[in-house]
């Protein structure tokens, strides 16, 4: 709550021109918010320009925050439908170049190596990490996103439900089966002893 | 404690980091049903290798790079954002009533091709020209004496024409005395 007032205080000087404020929520969630994005983007480096985007558009639309909500929810709706869009959008540019390269309408999932078929092959660097990674990205979006508010950006039920602008009893829908999906995927990690 | 239950309080419990459950009912459940105690150990580990997920450090030059956007940015959108934030609908809303009303007076200037003009000065002035023409005439005529034979002529040849005519039969009068109708 004590950061919620002082992230609230802080908006209210931005409003007033106060751009050294604006630069101290910079800093304070700069990291936060590039993590955040690159969970669906998965490069760095697009996480970093996206990031910058979210900013951006938060200083444009300075005048129109209301402190109703936290500043926290805004700025991650903001990133959500940012680090989503890019997501989907390089989702469909993966498929597009698959299709001109094999020259056939395959399934693309199909293509996808299955670690889990071969579950004790040697994977290069953190297994776990990678196990963990391409698990997060198998869950469908909005299961994804409450999952990540909740276990990686540590906010409230009522925090993700203002950022998906939903309830909270929805938000906790999606977390329970976005849990459920997490077990499908990595019980034959679990049977394996990799996780 | 049914294993449905137990199971929702079990996520519960993972989702808050905890270790084992506060709810001794919740704990002698598990004790004895071992599918119960295999999910929430199943749901822990989970929920807790989601950690190994690889945080990302940015780049170190990142925040002075969005401040330097944001400046380029800011600087060039600012006085159009602020009166877009201070007229907003207002200014479209006269925008629009003032194109309508352009439009308006546009059309009611310029008639439709389909209507012909009508004009009534150059109509007007024929008219004129040709009662200037017939009273022109008829002095010629009357200075001549040509007016008189006109007169008398029509009239002479009305009255032969009026001789010409078949004489109409005489109407009978009505029986009961009164008229046709």
Partial sequence: MGSQNSDLDLMAAVQRGDASAFEQLLVKYNKNIVNFIYKFVNNIGEAEELAQEVFLKIYMARHSYEPRAPFSSWLYRIAANEGIKAAVKGRRLFFRSRRRDTGEHENILESIPDVRQNAEHTLAGNETAQIVQKAISSLPKKEKLAIVLRRYQGLSYEEIAEVMNCTEGAVKTYIHRGKLRLREFMLPYIAKGLI | ?181
């Fill in chain 2, 1 to 181: 404690m049914r294993c449905a239950d137990a199971r929702a309080a079990i996520e519960e419990i993972v989702d808050a980091n905890r270790e084992t459950s506060p709810d001794p009912a919740l704990r002698d459940h598990l004790n004895s049903c071992n599918s119960c105690a295999e999910y929430f150990s199943q749901f822990h580990r989970i929920w807790q290798a989601l950690s190994a997920y690889p945080s990302v450090e940015p780049s170190p030059n990142l925040i002075l790079r969005t401040k330097s956007r944001l400046q380029r940015n800011g600087s060039r959108t600012d006085s159009r954002f602020s009166w877009h934030v201070v007229a907003g609908w207002q200014w479209m809303t006269v925008s629009a009533c003032i194109m309508i009303l352009c439009a308006v007076l546009f059309l009611s200037q310029h008639t439709s091709p389909l209507v012909p003009q009508i004009d009534t000065a150059q109509i007007d002035a024929a008219d004129d020209k040709l009662l200037q023409d017939i009273e022109q005439s008829l002095s010629q005529l009357e200075e001549n004496g040509s007016l008189a034979d006109y007169d008398s002529w029509s009239g002479a040849y009305l009255e032969t024409a009026i001789q010409e005519l078949p004489q109409a039969p005489a109407s009978k009068p009505a029986q009961n005395g009164r008229g046709p109708l």
